[in-house]
C-alpha cells in the first residue's frame, strides 16, 4: 500500500518580506530573506533543507536559493508550470516527497518584482506560446482581456452583475484594511469609487484587478511525525490536486466545449474525493483572485454553489467575516499583494494558527487554490 | 540518422511599422493564414472519413481518433458573437491609439464551438473602434471579411446585413 498524503505532512513555517509597488532589494534577495525568515518561524536550521519547489515565471532558481542561504544536500526539487496556477501544487510535490521519504524538510517560495518590473505583454517581441497567433494581432493582449472574455459571457448567462464582482473587490479590500502587511491598508473602497473607476478591459474595471506587487513568501513542510516537535501548531496538507481538464486551452479557453468550466473543476473533484470533509465543512477559503470573476467562477468550481450561481453566491455579506464563507482574510491579490498566490497559503496557515489579522473564530478547515484559468492546485488545510 | 526539430514556441505575434501587431504563424496553424490570404475562412479538420471532425487551434493530430491525416474545411464565414471585451489603456501604443475598441469571439455558424478572436469593424479595412460600442451585442450576427496588415491577411467580422 503507498502511503497516502492525507495529512502526512505539515507547513510548520511560513515567512514574508514587506509587500510594496517597489521594492529595493533584487527578487533572489527577497526569496532568501522570506525562506530564511520561514526555517526561523519553524525553528529549523537552514542546513536542514533539503527539497524545494517554485513555479514557473519564478527567475531566482534553487540552486541559488539553495546556495545562498546554506542549505545542506538536496535531493528533491521541482518547478510547476503555468504561473499562478502553480502555486499550491509548490506544497502539494513537497508533501509527496516527504511523505515518500525523498526529503525531509521541504520549503515553496515565490519572490516577484512584478510591480517595479517589466510587463510580458507589452514586450511586442516576446515569445508568444502558440496561441497567441490567435489572439495577439486582435488586440487581445493582456490577461484581463482574456478573463474579461469569460466574464462578459458569464454575466449574460447567468444574469451576474458589476455589484457581484464588486462585492468580491469590497470583501478583499475590508480584509486588507484589517492587515498592516496588506498593500491597501488603511485604503477603504466604496461602491461609488468603484463603480466610476477607469475600465481596463469592459467589463472589468480598475478594482476588478490585482495588485502589482514586490515581495516575497516561503513556508517550510516537514512530516507531520517531526511536525509535533516544531516550534509551531502544524497546519496539516489535507488534500491535494493538480487539474488539467480535458480540452483546455489556458488563459483562452474559448475552444473548450464549456469555457466557464475551468481547471478548478478538475482539481476540486480529486481534492474532495482525497478529503475527509466537504465543501459545506470548510471554515475559511483563500481563493486566487488575479481577477474578481475568478471568484464566482471558483465557488462553482470547488462546489460551494451550483453552476450559473457563483455570483449569487456573493450576495449578503457571504464572503465577509462572519459569512457563510469568507475569504481571503488577508486580502488576497487584490487587495494584499498579488504574488501569484502564495499571500494565499501563507493566510491559510494563520487562520488555522489562529493569528490571522481577521480570524476566522475556531477555524480548523481552509481551502487554498491557486490561479483558475490555467492549469490549477488547490490544498485543503487543516488544523 | 536524421532527427526534425520544432522549435517549442513560436514568435506568434511581430509588429508592424505602425506597430500593430501581426500573427507569425506556428506549423499547424500556416495553412489558416494561407486560406485567410486567398479570403477563404478554413478549419481544419480530420481526414478520417470515420471521424471528419473539426478543431481548433490547429494541431498535428486529432484528439478523437488521434490519426494524424487532416485536410482544411471551407466554412461559410457566418457566425455569432459569443463574447466581447473593450480593452482601455495601458495598452500597446498602436492599440491605446484606437482605445477603447473591441475584442469579440465569434462562434461559427458551421460549427457553434469553434470560437475565434477578433473584431467588429464598419468595414473590412476599418479601425477596431469603427462599430459604436452600443452595436456590441452577444448573440449578433457577423460575417467574416479580411483585411491586411503588415502584408499578412487577417479575418475581421462586420454586423450581418438584416
Ligand atoms: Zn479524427
Same mark, same amino acid.
Given at each position: ?7 502526512? /505532512? ?32 519553524? @525553528? ?68 516577484? =518584482? ?17 496561441? &497567441?497567433?490567435?489572439? $495577439? ?73 490585482? !495588485? ?60 474532495? =474525493? ?26 462553482? @468550481?470547488? @462546489?460551494?454553489? &451550483? ?25 488576497? &491579490? ?15 496557515? =494563520?487562520?488555522?494558527?489562529? *493569528?490571522?489579522? %481577521? ?25 | 540518422?536524421?532527427?526534425? /526539430? ?9 509588429? /508592424? ?27 481544419? %479538420? ?30 461559410? &464565414? ?6 466581447? *471585451? ?18 469579440? !469571439? *465569434? ?12 473584431? !467588429?469593424?464598419?468595414? %473590412?479595412?476599418?479601425? !477596431? ?11 449578433? $450576427? *457577423? ?9 499578412? %491577411? ?9
Amino acid at each position: 500500500m503507498a502511503a497516502t498524503l492525507k495529512d502526512a /505532512t505539515a507547513i510548520v513555517g511560513i515567512g514574508q518580506t514587506a509587500f510594496a509597488k517597489q521594492l529595493p532589494q533584487s527578487e533572489k534577495e527577497l526569496a532568501c530573506r522570506a525562506i530564511l525568515s520561514a526555517l526561523a518561524d519553524a @525553528g529549523i536550521e537552514p542546513s536542514e533543507v533539503d527539497a524545494f519547489s517554485s513555479y514557473t515565471m519564478e527567475e531566482t532558481d534553487e540552486v541559488e536559493v539553495a546556495k545562498a542561504i546554506g542549505a545542506g544536500d538536496v535531493t528533491f526539487f521541482s518547478k510547476i508550470g503555468y504561473g499562478g496556477g502553480g502555486s499550491c501544487a509548490t506544497v502539494g510535490h513537497l508533501a509527496s516527497a516527504i511523505a515518500t521519504g525523498q526529503a525531509s524538510v521541504g520549503v515553496a517560495w515565490r519572490s516577484r =518584482k512584478r510591480g517595479s518590473g517589466p510587463r510580458p505583454w507589452k514586450n511586442t517581441a516576446v515569445q508568444l506560446p502558440t496561441p &497567441g497567433q490567435w489572439t $495577439r494581432p486582435f488586440g487581445l493582449l493582456r490577461p484581463a482581456d482574456e478573463i474579461g472574455m469569460l466574464a462578459r459571457r458569464y454575466m449574460h448567462e447567468y444574469g451576474a452583475t458589476r455589484d457581484h464582482l464588486f462585492n468580491v473587490a469590497m470583501a478583499c479590500r475590508n480584509r486588507a484594511n484589517e492587515n498592516p502587511a496588506a498593500m491597501m491598508y488603511e485604503r477603504p473602497l466604496t461602491r461609488e469609487m468603484y463603480m466610476t473607476s477607469r475600465m481596463i478591459s469592459d467589463p472589468l474595471c480598475l478594482f476588478d484587478n490585482c !495588485l502589482e506587487t514586490d515581495g516575497a513568501l516561503a513556508c517550510v513542510i516537514v512530516s507531520a511525525e517531526r511536525a509535533r516537535d516544531c516550534r509551531q501548531k502544524p497546519v496539516y496538507v489535507h488534500s491535494v490536486a493538480q487539474g488539467l481538464p480535458a480540452q483546455h486551452h489556458g488563459m483562452v479557453n474559448y475552444w473548450n466545449d464549456d469555457p466557464l468550466s475551468g481547471p478548478a473543476w478538475t482539481a476540486a473533484r480529486h481534492l474532495w =474525493k482525497q478529503a475527509d470533509f466537504g465543501p459545506d465543512d470548510v471554515d475559511v477559503a483563500q481563493i486566487y483572485d488575479a481577477f474578481t470573476p475568478l471568484i464566482p467562477l471558483s465557488l462553482e @468550481g470547488y @462546489g460551494f454553489c &451550483g453552476r450559473g450561481e457563483g455570483a449569487a453566491f456573493t450576495e449578503g455579506g457571504a464572503l465577509e467575516m462572519g459569512g457563510r464563507l469568507p475569504i481571503n482574510t488577508g486580502g488576497g &491579490g487584490l487587495s494584499e499583494a498579488y504574488v501569484h498566490g502564495f499571500n494565499l497559503i501563507n493566510e491559510g496557515v =494563520k487562520q488555522l494558527r489562529g *493569528v490571522s489579522t %481577521a480570524q476566522v473564530p475556531d477555524a480548523s478547515t481552509c481551502l487554498v487554490t491557486a490561479g483558475e484559468g490555467v492549469p490549477t492546485s488547490a490544498i485543503l488545510l487543516r488544523a | 540518422m536524421t532527427t526534425t /526539430t520544432t522549435p517549442a514556441t513560436t514568435t506568434a505575434a511581430t509588429t /508592424t511599422a505602425d506597430e500593430l501587431l501581426i500573427p507569425v504563424p506556428d506549423e499547424d496553424g500556416a495553412p489558416f493564414w494561407e486560406y485567410a490570404a486567398q479570403g477563404e475562412l478554413r478549419v481544419q %479538420a480530420c481526414a478520417e472519413p470515420a471521424c471528419g471532425k473539426l478543431r481548433f487551434p490547429p494541431r498535428p493530430c486529432c484528439p478523437h481518433c488521434q490519426s494524424f491525416d487532416s485536410e482544411w474545411r471551407l466554412m461559410s &464565414g457566418r457566425g455569432r458573437i459569443w463574447s466581447y *471585451v473593450q480593452p482601455h489603456p495601458p495598452l500597446l501604443p498602436a492599440y491605446a491609439a484606437q482605445a477603447p475598441y473591441n475584442v469579440i !469571439l *465569434v462562434e461559427l455558424a458551421d460549427a457553434p464551438h469553434i470560437r475565434l478572436v477578433g473584431n !467588429l469593424v464598419a468595414s %473590412a479595412d476599418a479601425p !477596431l473602434d469603427s462599430v459604436a460600442p452600443a452595436r456590441l451585442r452577444i448573440g449578433a $450576427r *457577423v460575417q467574416v471579411v479580411f483585411t491586411e496588415t503588415g502584408g499578412v %491577411a487577417v479575418p475581421r467580422w462586420i454586423l450581418e446585413k438584416s
